[in-house]
């Protein structure tokens, strides 16, 4: 059972924005870390944005930065990615991904890091 269900995503227009969210079933991810990462076509999967479970942190991909909020409601299981002034080289399949309590020791901005991963939500922009 995939416990990350992402949704939001959709065919959008340069400068257009676009909210994703990703509810969490099954178990509650409200103490745990939870991140973004985007899988475009022929390029491998790369790290957009994390939160901490108290969202006292938050980090992004330098590409995003100034364009993207990533932000979590513990109380709804849910963390949402805010994407403004989307570029087309944002069109990506975006992926939720949430630790676990072994993290690997790995940075919040590596996909290693992370346990749990949903299927993933389209995301196109249009030129």
């Known amino acids: 059972q995939v416990p990350l269900v992402e949704s939001g995503g959709g065919l959008v227009q340069a400068g257009d924005s676009l909210r994703l969210s990703c509810a969490a079933s099954?178990?509650?991810?409200?103490?745990?870390?939870m991140g973004w990462f985007r899988q475009a076509p022929g390029k491998e999967r790369e790290f957009v944005a994390a939160i901490t479970w108290s969202a006292g942190s938050t980090y992004y991909a330098d590409s995003v930065k100034g364009r993207f909020t990533i932000s979590r409601d513990n109380a709804k299981n849910t963390v949402y990615l805010q994407m403004n002034s989307l570029k087309p080289d944002d069109a990506a399949v975006y992926y939720c991904?949430?630790?676990?309590?072994?993290?690997?020791?790995?940075?919040?901005?590596?996909?290693?890091?992370?346990?749990?991963w949903g299927q993933g939500t389209q995301v196109t922009v249009s030129s």
């Open positions: 099954g178990r509650t991810f409200s103490t745990y870390a």
């Open positions: 991904a949430a630790e676990d309590h072994y993290t690997g020791g790995y940075s919040y901005t590596t996909a290693r890091r992370y346990r749990y």
